[in-house]
Structures are given as C-alpha cells and as structure tokens.
C-alpha cells in the first residue's frame, strides 16, 4: 500500500475503538497486510490470505477441521 493507506488505517482503527466498535478487514491478500493490521489493533481480518471463496461444503469441512 502507498504511505498515505499506511497512515490512513491505523487512524480508522483507533477511531473505530475510541467510539468502541470493533474493526474488520476485508481483502487481506499477504502475510505483511495481516501483520500490519494486526500491529495496529484490527480486530478481524478476512481475506483471500486466509482462504479463497469455496462452496458451503467446503466450509463446514474448513471449520470442522480447526
């Protein structure tokens, strides 16, 4: 991301929790992004980093599996 995000979303983070709401990520693609968000106090992060999309089956399976 360009120097400008990088300073954008840690703000977006500690305003969202001054006004206590939690915080999503959506599209979190590599392992510097999560760690990133993470370091900075998001509270999920979703992405393809994690998974792709995969039908509901595939899912259940996912989940049963952790």
């Not at 990088?6 to 599209?27: C, Q, S």
């Not at 590599?30 to 998974?51: A, N, R, S």
Request: aromatic share 10%; with cysteine.
């Amino acid at each position: 991301a360009n120097s400008r995000t990088r300073k954008l979303i840690p703000l977006i983070i500690e305003a969202a929790h001054a006004l206590d709401a939690r915080t999503v990520a959506e599209g979190a693609e590599t392992k510097e992004q999560v760690e990133f968000l993470k370091e900075h106090g998001c509270d999920y992060i979703q992405g393809y980093y994690f998974y792709k999309p995969m039908p509901e089956n595939e899912f259940v399976t996912a989940l049963e599996k952790k």
